[in-house]
């Protein structure tokens, strides 16, 4: 995947979200012509942030992860650091060979955080 492009409704915030959770880089961080904010993160995926006014609607199975964990204890510390900063959580797993955890960013998007053997 090169990149995922996104509906936001406010694009700073959306990019804080990104980099404080999720690794994407501030220093690789520009805005194209059209407005669109693009920022490359982990595995190479640019995101692209185009905000928009329009109310952003999504079905409940919609979601993507953006890196996997080198361990279990990796993801259950990160489910710990998003609920201890507010963050919206939509799931946890905790199998033995299966741990995930979701969250929501600003607008709603889940965005997954695992670990498998």
Request: charged share 25%; proline share 5%.
């Amino acid at each position: 995947m090169a990149h995922i492009a996104l509906a936001v409704s406010d694009q700073a915030r959306s990019r804080r979200f990104y980099e404080t959770y999720f690794g994407f880089d501030p220093k690789t961080a520009w805005v194209a012509a059209d407005g669109v904010l693009l920022i490359e993160g982990p595995g190479e995926v640019t995101l692209a942030l185009g905000e928009t006014d329009e109310a952003i609607s999504l079905p409940s199975f919609l979601h993507f992860g953006f890196r996997n964990a080198a361990d279990a204890g990796d993801v259950r510390a990160f489910r710990e650091r998003l609920a201890a900063d507010g963050i919206e959580l939509a799931g946890f797993w905790d199998e033995p060979d299966y741990v995930s955890v979701k969250c929501k960013d600003p607008d709603g998007y889940v965005i997954e955080f695992a670990w498998e053997p």
